[in-house]
């Protein structure tokens, strides 16, 4: 890989470390709206069906 | 020619050749290109106004072996820089970067680049002009451009946020971004309790003094997940989201609600009917305050480029034409008195204002006073300023008997006795034809239409 910017040693030490924690989180926030928009189709669905 | 700031890059550079840009792709490059034509990267980002469309052309400029294409990009009408940007546009140009780079994790690609520099406003939008920024994303690779993200939107937006947005100027003087040290250094107490800035600048400042001159090779962990690098750009879009614009009350920003309404609806009326005449495709707007006459002329014949002192006045600006979707006005902050230099590699990377602009009607109202009187700049030095500068001119006479020169002047008595409209008429018509002078209703002030002889 050609480099041609120093992406410096410290950088690329943080990144690794936010990175994971952030990675984690940015998972979660994803699995929760997955499960408020499961829960938010469920209940439409049974609306509509009542309706 | 090759464009003297295009010398970093290995993938290719940018050349021009009789006014029009090239840009050419090196054979190094080749692989990256097809993966940014392929994937559907660079027709989404296009789609979504995000990259310089550009059309593949066929010329002979590199040696054979080394030339895979020749790319011809859309010209942006003008090249400004982060030191020239308000709080908004420079924060605007960092979501975009990070928009960007989330899009081509989608594609597989990463962005190898993440240069402020790279950021135009092109037709009223942000957009990236370098297409060779891109490379092929290796699996747990880290993103080698974050310091540079760091150094050239997170230091100065914070700078700007929390102390003066005054501060970007330190971009003229680090054409690399600002030192992480020097903005950690800077930066207040209560900046520093947030943890997006506590994490990408002062964290990342300390791990780059600790770690300078180590090899990253040596260390053990030096894997990053694609979800991880997802979590990194959201943690620096919403550090960047976290950081607004502070209005506070400057001398400008609110200088046109305090003008008698007479006066400013009849010179905008002037303006409008000088301009009429002429039909201008640039117009280079000095002193614009927060765009009120220059807004007027909303059509997309007519590029605008409007400079001003006063940062709460470009970003006034700047929010106007943002939430109006104007695409032909560009505000910028700049001092006509002091005009942003030419800077980098021998003085030659990142032009000076007066190398870039071109106009053919300069617009100066109410700012030839500020300049005989603040700046003590002489009308013959004005008048040849002009001269060279533009094919048409609208200038605004602000008389002695005006309050504003009265107020300007009280402490100086004395100081301007050959300020009077014979003697600026008298200055002009040395290198311009008047072609209209009018009174403007509601002032003493007066406007006038000039052609350079």
Known sequence: ?????????????????????????????RVRTQIKLFFHRLFSKSKKEKK | MIHSASFRDPSGFVFTENNEIFRAVKMSYQQN??????????????????????????????????????????????????????????????LVMLEIQKIALHHGMILKDASAFNIQFHKGRLVLVDTLSFEKYNDNKPWIAYRQFCEHFIAPLALMHFLDQRLNFLFTSNIDGIPLELAVKMLPV???????????????????????????????????SKNSLYGLIHSLDTTIR?????????????????????????????????????????????????????????NNKTAIIAIDTDYQCIEKFYEQIKSNNVQNILPLVNDIANPSSSIG?????????????????????????????????????????????????????????????????????????????????????????????????GSERVLYFMKKK
């Open chain 1, 1 to 29: 890989m050609v480099l041609y910017i120093d992406p410096g040693s410290g950088s690329i030490v943080l990144q690794l470390i936010i990175a994971t924690v952030t990675g984690i989180i940015f998972i979660l926030v």
């Open chain 2, 33 to 94: 290109y097809e993966q940014l034509m392929q994937s559907g990267l660079y027709d989404e980002l296009v789609l979504k106004g995000l990259l310089i469309p550009h059309i593949e052309v066929k010329k002979n400029i590199l040696p054979v072996h080394e030339s895979y294409k020749i790319i011809k990009p859309e010209k942006v009408l003008f090249i400004s820089y982060p030191y020239e940007w308000c709080f908004s546009q420079m924060k605007d140009a960092g």
């Open chain 2, 190 to 224: 209560k900046a520093k309790l947030r943890l997006g800035i506590y994490m990408h600048l002062i964290l990342h400042s300390r791990l780059k003094v600790k770690y300078s001159n180590r090899n990253i090779d040596k260390f053990k962990i030096r894997t990053i």
């Open chain 2, 242 to 298: 976290t950081m607004k614009f502070k209005p506070i009350s400057s001398v400008w920003s609110n200088y046109s609600e305090v003008t008698n309404p007479v006066y400013s609806e009849n010179k905008k009326q002037i303006v409008m009917e000088f301009i009429s005449q002429i039909n201008p495709q640039l117009i280079f707007d000095i002193g614009a305050n927060t765009g009120n006459y220059s807004a007027l002329i909303n």
């Open chain 2, 345 to 441: 590699w021998r003085n030659n990377e990142r032009n000076s204002l007066l190398e870039r602009i071109n106009p053919d009607l300069v617009l100066m109202l109410a700012i030839f006073h500020h300049l005989v009187i603040n700046n003590q700049i002489q009308l013959n030095m004005i008048v040849e300023f002009l001269s060279n500068l533009s094919k048409w001119i609208i200038i605004e006479y602000v008389p002695e008997s005006d309050e504003q020169f009265k107020l300007m002047t009280q402490n100086r008595q004395g100081d301007f006795v050959y300020y009077s409209e014979t003697c600026f008429e008298q200055g002009f018509i040395i290198a311009f034809d008047i072609i209209c002078k009018r009174k403007i209703l």
